[in-house]
Every structure is written in C-alpha cells, then in structure tokens.
C-alpha cells in the first residue's frame, strides 16, 4: 500500500513540477522578450527605444521573482522621462508577484516530494514494474484537463486569457488595464501571451511525452 501511494505521489508531483517548471523558464526568458518585442514592434507602440524596453521588462521580471523590492524604473517615453509603471500596474503585479511565489513554493513542494518518493522505495525490487502504470495512468488524467485547456485556449484566446485572470485575482480588476493610461498592456499585448502560453505547452508536452514514453517502452519490454 505505501509502495503504491508512493507512486501516486511521485507521479503526480512529477508532471505539476514539469508543467510549473516550463511556465517559469518562459516566463522569465529575456530572449523570449526581446524575440518578440522586435516581432510585435512593442518599443514603436510604447514610443521608447528596445533598450529602455528591455530595461523596464528586466526590472518587472526581477521584481515578480523576489529579486528587487519595487517596480521603480524610468524611461523616456514619447519623447519625455518618466516613470514606467503607474499605481494601478504596480498595484496589479503585487498579485502577480504573490501567484508566481506560490507557484514557485509548490514547484519546490513538488521536488521535495518525488524525492521522498523516490528514497521511500528506494532499493525495493520491481519498483518500475509498480510505478509505470500508475504514471500513465496520473498522465492520463492530466491530459485530459490540459489538453482540454489548451484547446480551450487555442480556440478562443481572448476568453481563456480573461477566465484566467477571473480565477487568478478574484480580489480586485486591477488587471483590467487601459492602453492610454497604462504602458504594461502595450508592452504586452494580447499575441504576446498567446506566445508565452503555446510556448509553455509545447515545452510541458515535450517531456511529458518522454517520460510516457518510457514507461510504455519499459512495460512492454517487461512483459517480453
């Protein structure tokens, strides 16, 4: 009975950790950015130059992670310095902020937890033999409701991308911001998270994909 919720726990801490793993490395990809500000014209739309683009980005991103304490930064923008970012966004990434840490607290939950599993079972005969089938079976189930995501999303991005923000930050609208007075939402705009999001399904699928693969190939080699 341990063995077997054991194996339920590694497999399902597994793939939560794959999938929050490809959002993190997308999300905080500098080359994701720029690659798609010059595809996008961002720093036109704004009317500031790429590297003060890049400057402003690499300052919200250090801010989501932890790694600084505000969102204070300038740039020239249509021909005159200012701040970048008003209350309202600054307000808005507090949220983030706190959704990308709780994300971050469970990816390493996660990590913790395969290896537990793993040290649990560790040295026991037959452990792939018991462990395989429950992992296609948990992967069963999480591709259904990714895969119904996604599709939802390939489908209707505008709806998706809003429902998201519903579920996300119940608290306030603070997300709901206005291109004239709010720069965030040109820097990043509708096609920009269509992107980061096809990007972070493809990466999650990629090795999702490999480890069923494996445990397939290795439970057909177990029964020749």
Known sequence: MLRKITCYGFSIALIVFLFLEAVMVHCFNTNFYETEYAKLNVAEDVGCSF???MK???VLLDY???KREDMVVTAVIDGAEREVF????TTHMVDVKALY????AVRNICVITVI?????NYGQQGLLKDLCPIFNQVSLIFLIVIGGIALYAAMD???FWINFHHVFFTKNDFWLLNPATDLMIRFFPEQFFFDLVFRIVVTFFAGFVLLNGLCILYRKKARA
Do not use: G, K
């Not at 537990?116 to 649990?120: R, T």
């Open 51 to 53: 590297d003060d683009l």
């Open 56 to 58: 402003a980005t690499r």
């Open 64 to 66: 989501t992670s932890d």
């Open 86 to 89: 008003n209350e309202r966004e």
């Open 101 to 104: 840490l709780t994300a971050e």
């Open 116 to 120: 537990v599993c793993y040290f649990l």
């Open 157 to 159: 991005f505008n709806s």
